[in-house]
Each structure stands twice: as structure tokens, then as C-alpha cells.
């Protein structure tokens, strides 16, 4: 059986550099190829280093800046594996991630979703804290050791495992320009009605090498409703079994922008307080204290919400990608509600 690992990367060498070190390092490179997009021409994103040992292995392909989405289907289109590992330049892998991938495919015609860790911050702030030990970006995967199955909302793109017969013919990664965000899962949910399993192989593990700033989360959920509107015209049945409601409804659209316009006062509060989570000490709160981390979870959910709506909202009336702080945008304004 043979494996093929797609990465697309797109202006981070330094983690991609290291993304291939671990991957030099697994217990067992038989049969398996490497394939590495570059999005977008040298000078920003620069040829990596490529360990001698996988050199053989190793194809290094640069496209046109069009996005990690289309270069995810191009690296699918090149794969000659049975399998495609798909994950991104900043997951570094255990010594047995491969193997562990391939003994799961062996066993049937499934998705494996693999276990992801946070590369733990030097010096870390409240914020980094907060980032890596609550559900505030990835759902809470579950602490055992055998694999189980799962549901579609799992297979993050950064450590899931597919065949790629079956992907071709369920269409490939969504064809999807300008677009952040749930190609990975509306995949696995196509995969799923195509007759696949989903398991979740804690064993196959890689650990993500990326630290996140307020404005990166902030911005981050805006454009997953940008992307979540989108896939409601793409796919309306993966999106209403991910969302439980029609973002084509106009009615639940106009109950946004009123949303937006009544909510904004408090959006901004809340985008305050958590912004100044980057300036605050790492034990200004008590994050091992369940009760605590909950309540930053919920206090965050309102504003997460509120972008997510922004986005949805802006999608719909086919306005350009506009993200800024809650507080910098007004949303009571003639050209807000009259684009329809």
C-alpha cells in the first residue's frame, strides 16, 4: 500500500523546513512520497530544505498564488498513492505518524483523523494559554489510547488520512477560490456518503507549530462565515448537517444584520477584554480550574458568534472580505443594510 503526504505551504520556510525533518525521521518511509505545494512565486515563499534522506521521495511543486484549497486538489491529482496523508507545513510528525496511517487503511475504506498537540509557547502569555488548553480553535479530542469512530467535524486537514480513489470520485477538495476554512471537513462529510468510515487514530499524532494573536483568531471567524455561507451554495446538505440551519433563508440573513446592529455594543467590550488576554500574565487566570475555563469559553462564544454572523452577513450580500476590529466598523450604515 502505498502512501502519498500532500503539504501546500504558502510564506512559512522555517516551519516547512522543520516539517520535513520530522518527516525524514519516521520509523518507515516504504512506498511513501512526499509532495510539497508552494503557493506563490520564490521570494515569498522560498524553496525548502529538503533532507537528504527524502530527497528520492520528495517532490517539490510551485503553482500560482491562488490558495492552499486548489493546491490541496492539484497535490491530490499528482498523488500515485493509495492513500493520501494530507497535513500542512506547521505539523510535525510522530516518528510512527505514517505507519500508524497506513495500518488503520488496512483494515477498510476509511477516513483517519489524527491527533494534533500545540507546540507550547516560550514565554507564553494568558492568551497563548487560553488558545492552547480550551476548545477556543479545534474541538477537545478525546484523551484514550485506541482509535474510535467519529464524526466529520474531526478530520482537520492537518493530520487525516483518505484513499484517493475515493476522493477523485467524490470530486476532490471543494473547488473553492478565496475561500477559508472547512475543505478538510466538507471532504470527509462527501467521503462518509460515499460508504467511508471515520476514525479517530490517537496514535497518529503530529504537533502544530503555530501561535495565534488575538487579530488572527478575531479575523479567522469572520471568514469562516464568509466560508460558511459559501458552502451552504456549494453543498446545502453538508452545510445544514454542520450549521442546523439554511444560511440561503433570507429571513435568517435580516435577523443577522439586526443582530449585528443590536449586539455591536457588546461585541466590543467583549473584543476588548480579549485582546488584552496577549498583555496579561499566564496565570492571571486559573486555567486548570474547569469552572474557570469555562466561563472564558462562554465569555468568548458571544463574540465568536458575532463575527461568524459578520461574515455569513457579508458573504450573502456579496461584499468583499472587510474584517476589522467590531469597534472600527460601524454597522447601522446605508451601504450595510441596503445591499441586498
Known sequence: MQLSVNIPSYKRPEVLNNCLIHLSNQSSLHDVEILIGLDGPADQTPDPVVPESIQACTMVTRFPKHGHIPIRNALLQQSKGDIVLSMNDDSYASPDLIATHIAMHKQGSRVVAGKSTWNKVQSPTMFDRFIQESDLLFFEQNEITNPVKTHFRNCFGLNM???????????????????????????????????????????????HDHRYFPDDVLRREYLLGRASRSYAEYNPEFAFDLLKRDLLDPEIISYFVQNLKLEQRDAIRIEQSFRALSDAPPTEHDLTNPRVLRMLEEHWVLLKRFLWRWGVVDSSYGLNPRWSLVEEMSFDNEQFLSVR
Not at 483518505?162 to 462529510?189: Q, R, T, W
Open 161 to 207: 488520512s483518505f484513499p484517493k480513489k475515493l476522493a477523485v470520485e467524490s470530486g476532490g477538495f471543494p473547488e473553492m477560490m478565496n475561500c477559508y476554512g472547512h475543505e478538510d471537513i466538507e471532504l470527509a462529510y462527501r467521503l462518509e456518503q460515499a460508504g467511508a468510515d471515520i476514525w479517530y487514530q490517537p496514535k497518529a499524532c503530529v504537533v
